[in-house]
């Protein structure tokens, strides 16, 4: 029998729906078929004009990435994508938890950034990447690239505490929210910080090279000072799983014990045994019992998960599931069109907002110099850090670094670092000014 017209279109239908599905469903980064060829559904957005650099993830990293793309090389052509509809900033986060700054100071629109810096925005979710076919999967539909940076930020580790009991996990990231990460988390955590009433806040400090080594004792800070300045009946402890603070270590050692002597308490080298969540206790290595009356539970982190979608992940030394790229030039070894950045580079660069940003600088020269077919050449990335340790007036103490890699241990270390942790007197609140101006220059740099 003949077939009608519109069973040929119904049979499209199901060709086209079955290409998109297994564009959608495989997850190994590799092989697939050629959906795009099959009538695959794209995304809504103008033909690619020149070589196309999708970016994925618009947080510090992509975002930086995106605009520089752009500027040093005009004739790409720059979709970023983010699965938020507005950028929430975590730095500067700690200070509004505390109400020293608007939630204002803190978001951002991702269509000005791109209305700015003439690259194309598309608020959507990667959910498959075929590096084969150089097609991102969305939920919008996929897009073509040339060139594919991923720089999705990281993901919670909860394995060390949850063993994969999934239920148990729930929980943790329901009622007690790590806030490392932008949005619900932290209008959580926020809550609970001003709702408290009085007892122990416990705060948990993870191994490995996790997000923002000094924001989990800048947070410890403020919430005891919040506690002070309300005359709150209770005290921040700080469970650290490393055996000190690792970076102005002076300095918040010194805020612990002057500013807050009855409302922190610093108990290092705690690993977490046990996590009672009904009882309000956690357990130590140590054997210590801590009863708890509110939590915000740090876990170790790990790569963003696009990343083991794409087939370009490996365990650092650090953290699971980071980037396996080359240090040097920021490509992916199993794919030189696919870079990573941010958060996700397995190298032990402070991951800070200040290391994202001006290394997404280097990396989008990187990627202009190679679309200009020319050699790309490696630049240590700046860590700058201000960490606020009191409010009204905010004082602040700060660090500043580059890297060099050290050949022998095959490492990268810290190179030229200079460190201001005196918080006290004109030189604190002259920081914390400092740590104000620095925001709004970073902001001015990603979205203006
Ligand atoms: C409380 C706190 C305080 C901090 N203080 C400072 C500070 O004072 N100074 C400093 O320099 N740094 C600070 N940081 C660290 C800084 O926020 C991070 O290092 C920085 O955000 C890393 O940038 P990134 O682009 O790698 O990741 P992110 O900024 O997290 O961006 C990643 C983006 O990718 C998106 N994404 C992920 N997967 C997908 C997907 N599949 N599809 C679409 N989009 C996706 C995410 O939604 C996110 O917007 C702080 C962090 C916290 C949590």
Redesign the pocket.
Known sequence: MALSRRDLLKLGGVAAAGAALSGCTASSGGAKPSAAKAGLRMAPIPKAKGPRVVV???????LSIAKYVKKYAPEADVVL????ASFMS??V??LWLVGLVDLEFLTHDYLQAARNNNYIFLNA??HDVDRDSKLVFTNEGALKYDYLVL????DYDYSRWTKGDVEFENRLKTEHPA???PGSEHLSLRNKVQDFEGGNFVLTVPGGNY??LP?PYE?ACLIAWFMKKEDIPGKVILLDENPDITIKKDGFHSAFEKLYKDYIEYLPGSTITKIDLDKKRIETELGEEIEFADAALYPRVRG?K?LEIAGVAKDSVFNKAEANIDPFTYQTKVDPDVYCA???RPMGFS??????NSEGHIVASMIATRIKGKEPKWKSPLTV???AVSGDPVRAISVNAEYKYNEKKKAFGFHNAATNEKWDGKVGVMNGKGLFEWAKGMYRDMFM
Do not use: L, Q
């Open positions: 994925v993830g618009g947080g510090w990293s992509g994508i983010e699965r938020r975590c730095p986060s700690n979710m990667v720089a999705p930020g990281i806030g490392f990460i997000r923002c924001a947070r963003g696009i941010g958060d996700v991951k800070s907002g200040n290391t994202a850090c201000y960490s």
